[in-house]
């Protein structure tokens, strides 16, 4: 059974954190992870713009940052996995919705997929569509249209 923690920096938890929870239970679902204790936190422009400067030497926002822990920890007896740390910011979420003409809804998927398989081991080099770890973001993207975090 995965677990997940979410909570919010620099603004209130916003009220679809369970459904958004759920989301992210199914996406560990369909890539057969297990045992999975997982982090995540969404926030504001400034905030990220800082971890990313701090952390990629970007001194910029952007949308998704994953921080990989990949530690193993024993717990009652069973061997939990802790992934790492997904940040995400809410503005520029938005930001992106509008420039890629997509819904609030889907970006968010998108951005929770995206910084579940950078901690599953994937990465990409480009954004270019045919790198394989993009490929699959959008393949569960479309797989998953039908559920729904912020209604």
Known sequence: MNRVEIQ??????PSWIERANRFILTVLDRLHQD??????????NEYIRS??????????????LS??????????????????DIVISL????????YFHVSPDEELRRLLIHGI???SG?????NAD??????????????LAEERILL
């Open 8 to 13: 919010a920096e620099e603004e209130p938890l």
């Open 35 to 44: 045992r999975w204790d997982l982090s995540v936190l969404f926030c504001k």
């Open 51 to 64: 971890l990313n400067a701090q952390f990629r030497q970007k001194d910029e926002a952007t949308d998704v």
């Open 67 to 84: 921080f990989p822990l990949g530690e193993t920890v024993e717990e009652g007896g069973e061997t939990r996995y802790l992934p790492g």
């Open 91 to 98: 503005e520029t979420l938005r930001e992106n919705a509008r």
């Open 117 to 119: 398989l950078h901690l």
């Open 122 to 126: 994937m990465d990409h080099v480009t």
């Open 130 to 143: 045919t790198e394989p770890m993009l490929l699959l973001q959008e393949e569960l993207v479309s797989e």
